[in-house]
């Protein structure tokens, strides 16, 4: 079975030294022709090796009628045919010694062709290949530069992202170069014959170059597996979760869509939370949650401080926090006692509100008394600009205190032009941004998320600095 | 009392002959200037006299000592001097026929100086004027290009906006001006002394270049007289509102920050809820829910087709929007027997899946075929191109059915550089497209709670296409 498979086998399908591409087209606009590209555009340094049973030159690269006439090592093949056609291809490969294997044609379980997909996964089975597919958008190693996709070619970063829809992985990936953020891997696993979305995890888990996992999933095909797995990646890093199919007409639609049974919509969320995994609503909520869970420190409580120079923002944001089962509480007397050089009008209740007449120094010698003590957990800084105000200064004096201070600060500079030049001032530093005190309240919810999460499973042995904390 | 002055006497506010800027200064960085610059700048076409005690000349303007020796008549006075000497200038206004005042100057209750508030709420009952503010970010008529504030300047639009905060008001414009999104109005009102927030309301309401009105509010002075504005307004044009203090830590943080009284957070959420407002709860929704209320018919019922060539986003819309009380229903039997001319394998049960197979062709025929029925109240179009599908050509082909079913259209095109050229033609025809499912389904809320307020409000007599809506 292909549980008993080790992980590590999969290493030579995100590292291969050597590609076949098979049903490689010389037609522009055919999906064998533009995966080639994506590979050979992208920058594969290996071999790349084109197969196609009319031979000749396809982007400059000798053709190859079938997988065994190619001379050299293969280590990767990606796979373009028709659906019947495949179970013999892979056949071959296995004869030539292929060691993993991307299948993208479609026409299998998902079309109703039940019978072909068993008869795929017995092939697979004897191959000895690992195999990605069939009816999937392919993988990338951005470390490699390897494409193995028709998707957008994403820049390199420290996400991982697997998906079980690969028109929705393609589209999150779009989304993500747009944004000008990066990814380490990307998987669409389509049906699954082979390599499943427990498989990957375990894989994501160990690669040093992802420090983050993002999973779009529907169902999962052993339940126990599945968790046990995501529990122990989780401890090592966290893995962000958009389940679709959560309401009963969201299941009968993940029914039609991919076949797994997502009918326990609620009760799947509960078992994913409890193995660590951070639950995203939306698409942005991957790459806010990825933000935060990497720049910043653990929280070790549940108390926020908000700061801010303008009221109505520290509002929602405390709104925001309160409603996620944050607390926004006063600082205690003798703490307070220490801003009696603010104005008496200023707000010290917390939110702390240094009003328009705010300066980047009283935003630091602020930040710095309330926040170098224990009290509070972690810090929301807001700064919306009046024209007289510099945002980037601000922005470079509260970077000093996080240098000092190592507690999770989190930012929001509102908005637009006002604030373009500070935001990557600090998120240099290692103070993410968000675009508004909303979004940055849920991605204090996500870290505090995670840092319950290791505080009970990490226990004081591994991670004394949790003794005070209270969840 | 303020109140029985008539709104209509707001109109010499937003529509001043000319103005008075007292205060102005001739320092680059003094709110004086940057005030008097923003009205120059923004193109104001009425007369502009700065007053400054010192005299000669700011901008290229003859500066006035005081509002007596301006020699034209004054409609509008914009007030930027120290707190103290605000109510000694209001009398001079009103002496010198002034009609309504702008007053920026801070340093009134929100310092602790309630005495000062007073004693300027005393001289304003007594001078006739209208008057915004003090503490206050200033006005914005876009239609005659009056910018008296200190904000940025946003452009034309159909958007009128009110805000409690000033500064959250800047972040918001900054925020629409960096979307190219425009405003008909802009109010921030500050600690009305006089014109308050349910008078702006009523203005909005009449005023024929705003289409729809956004609000973020902490408090209301009169709830019984708000709520009835509200609803009578709401009847004419959408109120999207956004509250801020609706959780008890929220509700402490407003207190500070305006002085209102919030803690019947909930309560007035569903107070403002019967009125018809529309409930924002982050900045983006605001802008959301004005392009579909702005763009859709009503919605005469809550199903909802939803039509894709992507599963994944499909199954999140189909969440969303049935967490949010609408249905996703299987077309009934007959209409479904109509789609016999699709592959077998394509699911038929909404979501309607077309795969990535997907033609602009079969988009067309399956929408016209499913939606020119009574039977769905609303479509949803998602689109997440593979590269060999022209997502503009599907645009195309998708309004065309606009033209031709007069009900609710509304496109999740997905994402970044794959779309950007599909969504202002989708958006040219009056179809809003959303960057993922869940803002779509969430705008579909919004376009079915306000079709459900003006279905119980309306009544049949001037609503009957309404009749078949089931609530």
């Known amino acids: 079975m292909t549980n008993n498979r080790s992980t590590n086998s999969l290493f030579s399908l995100f590292n ?3 590609i076949a591409v098979i049903g490689a087209s010389s037609k522009q606009g055919k999906v064998g022709y533009e995966i080639l590209k994506n590979i050979v555009e992208g920058g594969f340094k290996g071999g790349i090796y084109p197969v196609n049973p009319r031979g000749g030159e396809i982007l400059s690269l000798e053709t190859y009628r079938s997988v065994k006439e190619i001379k050299g090592e293969v280590d990767l093949a990606v796979i373009i045919t028709p659906a019947e056609t495949v179970p013999e291809i892979i056949d071959e490969c296995g004869g030539k010694g292929v060691k993993a294997a991307v299948v993208i044609s479609a026409g299998f379980s998902e079309s109703g062709n039940l019978k072909l997909e068993m008869k795929l996964r ?4 004897n191959s000895g290949l690992r195999v990605i597919g069939p009816n999937c958008a392919g993988i ?11 998707e957008i070619r994403v820049g390199k970063g420290e ?9 929705l992985g393609g589209a999150i990936l779009a989304w993500a170069k747009d944004k000008g953020i990066g990814m380490s891997k ?23 170059e992802t420090k983050t996992i993002i999973l779009y999933i529907e169902g999962v095909k052993n339940g126990r597996r599945f968790i046990e797995v995501a529990r122990k990646v989780s401890m090592k890093k966290p893995i962000i979760a958009m389940k679709g199919g959560v309401t009963e007409m969201g299941s009968r639609a993940v029914q039609s869509h991919t076949g797994s049974l997502a009918g326990e919509g609620r009760i799947y969320l509960a078992a994913f939370k409890q193995s660590g995994l951070i639950l995203a609503e939306d698409v942005h909520e991957f790459f806010d949650f990825s933000k935060v869970l990497t720049h910043c420190e653990r929280m070790r409580g549940e108390r926020v401080l908000v700061l801010t120079n303008s009221g109505g923002p520290a509002v929602m944001a405390t709104d925001k926090l309160t409603e996620l089962g944050l607390s926004v509480p006063e600082p205690p ?11 008496k009008y200023y707000s010290k209740r917390n939110p702390v509100d240094l009003t328009a007449e705010a300066t980047a120094e009283t935003y630091v010698k602020v930040l710095k008394t309330l926040f170098s003590t224990e009290f509070y957990h972690a810090a929301l800084v807001i700064c919306v600009p009046p024209f007289f105000l510099d945002s980037v200064e601000v922005a470079k004096a509260i970077s000093e205190v996080r240098d000092e201070v190592k507690k999770p600060l989190i930012a929001c500079w509102m908005s637009g032009e006002l604030v373009k030049d500070a935001i990557p001032i600090l998120e240099g530093k290692g103070i993410p941004n968000f675009p508004t005190p909303s979004r ?12 319950k999460f290791l505080a009970r499973h990490l226990k004081q042995k591994t991670f004394k600095n949790l003794k005070g904390f209270r969840p």
Chains 1, 2 share one sequence.
């Open 16 to 18: 291969p030294n050597s």
């Open 122 to 125: 017995e092939r697979v089975e």
């Open 140 to 150: 990338v190693n951005t470390s490699n530069n390897l494409y193995a996709t028709m």
């Open 159 to 167: 996400i991982g992202f697997i998906t079980q829809s690969g028109a």
């Open 186 to 208: 990307f998987v669409s696993y389509g049906n699954a014959v082979d390599v499943d979305e427990t498989d990957l995890l375990e894989y994501l888990g160990e690669d040093q």
């Open 333 to 343: 007397q003798e703490l307070k006692s220490k801003l009696d050089f603010l104005p």
């Open 440 to 451: 940055a309240a849920k991605a204090i919810w996500a870290l505090y998320e995670r840092s």
